[in-house]
């Protein structure tokens, strides 16, 4: 089946202003979604940072029910070792890819649900699955990302919500412009593609995912690594 979407359908994309956001934008807006950006860069349609359960309140009253949201607001956090890593910036890690994939879905999935139709997609990273060395919070708080949607999908099961994640390895987007480059560099070693991923690579399957030609998975883990995942 093709990937196709109801007609007049609205998607919510957070961190949609650059990077696997901005390109999961245009590849809907191109597919004739309506699509709404939000993050706390400039270039969104949408002022919006994710942490804060009232302005994410506002965003959803202004907007009203959507159709697909995707979450791929996020950071990487601090790449120190664990016993060396600050506890504010283990907590300002949870709080953006946890709590902001979190607000997010509380706020727009009841409208979803009444609709009987939406699509969820959070981004999550191949970092959830493997740890990487020198990023336990990132690591942690995207396998937080996966076991979130994994409870979610299973809620949302018979309501005609579908609630997925993508995980990535290493793309190249401004997330990672301040990344250390040894890490990026042990990544790509450990991808058999020998390469990093772009974010329209990313944005190919998030769409998919957002489609109509989605209709029987659920809480499911979708790997983009060039070959890294193996489980």
Known sequence: MAATYPEGATALITGGASG???????LLAEAGVRVV???IADGADVRLDVTDPDAVERVRADLGPVDILVNSAGVVGPSAPLVDV???HWRRT???NVDGTFLLCRAFAPGMIDAGWGRIVNLASIAAKDGNPTQSAYSASKAAVVALTKSLGKELATTGVLANVVAPAAVASPMNADTDPAILARSTSLTPMGR???PEEIAELVAWLCSTAVSFSTGAVYDASGGRADY
């Open 94 to 96: 949870f709080r953006i």
């Open 196 to 198: 990093m991923g772009t």
């Open 86 to 88: 600050h506890l504010d």
């Open 20 to 26: 696997i956001g901005a390109a999961c934008a245009a």
């Open 37 to 39: 950006t939000a993050d």
